[in-house]
C-alpha cells in the first residue's frame, strides 16, 4: 500500500511552492530545512526578479499559506541521515538540532541586547555581525530567535537566558532524531554562492574591496549590515568608481564548468541599485557574453541606456590593491587587445551558482551529474526541484517547484 505523504527537502522557494502546491491539493506535505528559517537564498536578496519586489513580497503570501495549513509540517535545523525503503514506502530518518528558544519567543529582542559577543554573519556573508542569540531577518520564518552557545561561554549564555522575560529560552535543549514515513520526496536543497576564496586571481578573500554578488545584496538590503549603504568593507566609504567582473568562476575548467544563468541579470540589477543611491558613480562591467534570456532582454535595454555605465568586452586577468586598499583590474579588452590596469574603488565578482548537493554524498544513490546537479531519482520516487537540478531564477524556481508537486504526487498516487 503506497503512503500518500510527501518529504520536501529544503525550504527554499522551490520546496516551499512544491510543499504547498501539494498540500493544497490535500496531501500531507513535511519540509526539511537545515537553516533556522525558511526562504532559502530568496530570503537573502534585496529585490528579485521579475519585479524587482523585495523578498517579503512574495514570501510572505507563502508564509501565510503554510500557516493556514494543517497539511503542512516544517522542521527547521534538522537534516535527513538516511532514507530507506522505496516509492511509495520511504522511511526518512531526520535530526533536528536544538534552537534553544521555545515557541513562548515573542521576538522582543531582549536576550541579543544582553549578548556581547559578536562573530560573523552568516546570512549577511560575513558583511556583518551577528550575536549568539539572533534571528537572521526581519521577516524570518518561524519568528523565533536562535541561540548559538558555541559563539560565547557560560556565563554570557546564562546571562541571555536571565534577560528573557518569557521564559523562552531552554539552554539544556537536546538534538532530536525522529522517522518519518512517505510515499514520495521533492528534493530542493538549492543553490550555494562559489567560495570567492577560490578566486584568488581576481582577489577574492584577499583584497578587501571585491565582494561578491550576494554580498552585494546584502549591503543593499534595508535589513542589512549597512542599512542598506552600499559601501567599501574596508573603510565604509562610498564608493565612486565601481566594477563588475562577470563569470567569476563559471565557463571554467578549473572552476565551474557552465554557465550560471542569472550572474548577468543580477549585476545589471546590482548597477540599478548604484544607480539609485549614488547617481554621480561610475561603473564598468567586464563581460565575456551579456545573457538576458526572454523576458530579461528588455530589462537589460532599459539599464545599459546610461552614460555613466559602460560595458566593456574583455577578460579580467587578475585584481591586486594599492596602498589606500583600491582594487586594480589587470583588463585585457576583446575588441580592441589592450591590456592595461584601471583602479576602481569596489569590485563585484559575479560568483556562479553552484549546486548545495557539490560535495555530498546524497541518501537513496541519489544520482548527480559531475558539477553536483541531480540528474535522476524520478523512477525511485524522489523528484528534484529548483536549483537543486540547474541554474535558475526566483520566476522558474517557483514554476520547477510546482511541477515536483504534480510528479510527486503521480509518484504516490500510481503506485
Known sequence: MSNNSILVVGGGFAGITAALEAAELGYEVFIVEKNPYLGGRVAQL???????????????????RIKKNPKVKYYTLSQVDSISGSAGNYNV???????YVNARCTCCGECAKAGRTEVDSEFDFETGKRKAAYTTHLFAFPARYTIDPDTCDKIELERIKDACPYDA????????TFDLNVGSIVWATGWKPYPMEKLTNLGGGKVPNVISNMQMERLASPSGPTDGRIVR???????????????????????????????????????RYLRERYP?????????????????????????????????????????????????????????GIKND????????????????????????????????????????????GCAKLPLDVMKTAQSGTSAAL???????GR
Open 93 to 99: 530518518t531526520v535530526t533536528k538540532q536544538p534552537r
Open 169 to 176: 529560552i531552554d539552554l539544556e535543549e537536546q538534538p532530536k
Open 342 to 385: 584601471e583602479q576602481f574603488d569596489l569590485v563585484v565578482l559575479a560568483t556562479g551558482m553552484q549546486p548545495s548537493a557539490a560535495g555530498e554524498k546524497l541518501p537513496a544513490g541519489l544520482p548527480v551529474d559531475e558539477e553536483g546537479f541531480i540528474i535522476g531519482g524520478e523512477d525511485k520516487g524522489i523528484v528534484a526541484a
Open 280 to 336: 554621480e558613480a561610475k561603473v564598468v562591467v567586464y563581460y565575456i557574453d551579456l545573457r538576458t534570456p526572454g523576458r530579461y532582454d528588455k530589462f537589460k535595454s532599459l539599464t545599459v541606456d546610461d552614460p555613466n555605465l559602460s560595458l566593456v568586452k574583455g577578460k579580467v586577468a587578475a585584481v591586486a590593491e594599492d596602498k589606500d586598499n583600491n582594487p586594480i583590474l589587470t583588463v585585457e579588452n576583446a575588441v580592441t
Open 233 to 271: 568593507p574596508s573603510d565604509g566609504a562610498e564608493p565612486k568608481r565601481i566594477a563588475f567582473v562577470q563569470c567569476a568562476g563559471s565557463r571554467d575548467e578549473n572552476h565551474l564548468n557552465y554557465c550560471s544563468y542569472i550572474c548577468c541579470m543580477a549585476s545589471l540589477k546590482h548597477v
Open 407 to 413: 510528479k510527486a504526487i503521480q509518484n504516490v498516487v
Open 46 to 64: 534585496n529585490q528579485y526578479f521579475p519585479k524587482l519586489c523585495p523578498p517579503s513580497c512574495g514570501l510572505e503570501i507563502q508564509f501565510q
